[in-house]
């Protein structure tokens, strides 16, 4: 049997587990409904749901962007499609080849039959690059129109070739030089006294598809001649088909004040 002596150390250990056990429990619970925990937990919470806010925000803000970019691209999308509309639609239609090869596409909607491919070039006073060119020989002859049409082409972004004797010419010119304000002003080419005007003519027929004159190229692409020229002046349409294709060459492009230039050629007459 255990000793008396050992019988009590052993209940007086039972009882300090006792004592500090309630003690324990008390103290937690005390700690729980103290005044300094509770601010505590709500502190926690309420950075907790700060940091759910601005997390909610942000998604919220990065959504937002992404509806005002779509937005903003399918506006300039419908901008630029009636912009085409309304220099390669509605009552003119401007077809032709561009001077130099190649190849450009006509940017019209996909359901409009009047999409097609047509013969172009890269750049303004580039080589040939359609097969045909590559397949024949460069003679010295065609080097040498091919340089001087090049160099033409650098003279302005708006070329009209004439014929001095033509009344064609002379109403495509009376409406590009004295009716508008057009900077850089369009250069004006006399195949009829250029030395090598017919050639360039046959040229220009090859390329553009045009043979007669007047023949205006903006950028090395023919908008036509003067029956053209007159209907997109009639149609105000002219400024536009002009700026459009024309891009950043085109520095101005406006109608001009009849009255005003009246009085400015009798200014020049006294």
């Not at 779509?70 to 009552?91: F, I």
């Not at 013969?119 to 010295?140: F, I, L, S």
């Not at 209907?231 to 005003?260: C, F, H, N, W, Y």
């Amino acid at each position: 049997m255990p000793s008396q002596r050992r019988m009590r150390v052993t209940g007086l250990v039972i009882v300090l587990v006792i004592v500090i056990t309630l003690y324990m429990t008390t103290s937690a619970s005390r700690t729980q409904n103290s005044a300094f925990y509770v601010k505590t937990q709500e502190a926690l919470q309420a950075k907790e749901y700060s940091e759910a806010t601005k997390q909610r925000d942000a998604d919220d803000a990065r959504a937002r962007l992404k509806v005002a970019e779509k937005a903003a691209k399918k506006s300039a999308d419908e901008k630029h499609q009636k912009y085409l509309e309304s220099v390669g639609g509605g009552g003119t239609e401007i077809k032709g080849k561009s001077v130099g090869g190649g190849k450009f596409k006509v940017q019209l909607p996909d359901n409009d039959e009047r999409k097609k491919n047509v013969p172009g070039v890269a750049t303004v006073g580039g080589r040939p690059r359609d097969k045909e060119a590559a397949k024949e020989p460069e003679t010295q002859e065609d080097h040498e129109i091919e340089t001087e049409l090049n160099d033409i082409l650098k003279k302005s972004p708006i070329i009209i070739f004439s014929k001095s004797y033509c009344p064609h010419s002379a109403k495509a010119k009376h409406i590009l030089l004295e009716k508008y304000n057009i900077v850089p002003a369009p250069y004006v080419v006399e195949l009829d006294q250029h030395p090598l005007g017919s050639k360039l003519q046959e040229t220009l027929a090859n390329k553009t598809g045009r043979r007669t004159v007047p023949n205006v190229l903006v950028l090395g692409k023919s908008i036509g001649g003067g029956s053209e020229m007159e209907e997109l002046d009639d149609t105000d349409k002219l400024i536009d088909t002009v700026r459009g294709m024309g891009g950043s060459r085109v520095t101005e492009a406006s109608r001009k004040d009849p009255q005003k230039e009246m009085r400015r050629k009798r200014v020049m007459r006294v």
